[in-house]
């Protein structure tokens, strides 16, 4: 069964939406930037849990506490990362601190990293990863 849940901290969310703002739609090539670089926040967001037994769950009768969980997760997939993870980019100093008394916002780099850079980056390696169980 495929489920999709990711984060991204805002720094590297920043530089790719600078990035997809500043690209036009109607130009084939740019589009199919945009496409791409959507394909790939997909892809590397999904992930594949496999059960020892035949599991369809009915996703209309699930716990409300569990779907609002999955609603959160999910959302704009990637989604921004937790405060504790911005926290800890910024205390290894990859990211400048937050600023803002209230608001938390973190789309600043101690060392810039360009858009091509990112997007290399998140082309997993190794697709075949197999976790086992411990």
Do not use: C, W
Not at 45 to 57: L, R
Not at 67 to 84: D, F, M, S
Not at 107 to 117: C, D, K, L
Request: cysteine-free; aromatic content about 10%.
């Amino acid at each position: 069964m495929q489920f999709k849940a990711g984060y991204i901290v805002d720094t590297i969310a920043k530089v790719i939406t600078d990035f997809r703002t500043a690209l036009n739609k109607n130009v084939p090539i740019e589009k199919t930037q945009l496409d791409q670089i959507k394909g790939l926040l997909q892809h590397v967001s999904s992930f594949d849990v496999e059960f020892p037994y035949e599991h369809k769950p009915d996703f209309k009768k699930l716990n409300p506490v569990l779907a609002t969980l999955n609603n959160v997760i999910t959302r704009g997939l990637p989604t921004r990362a937790p405060l504790l993870l911005e926290n800890l980019f910024s205390e290894i100093n990859l990211t400048q601190p937050n600023k803002d008394e209230f608001e938390f916002n973190f789309p600043n780099s101690t060392n810039p990293i360009s858009y091509e850079s990112i997007f290399e980056l998140l082309h997993i390696v190794e697709p075949q990863l197999e976790i086992s169980r411990i």
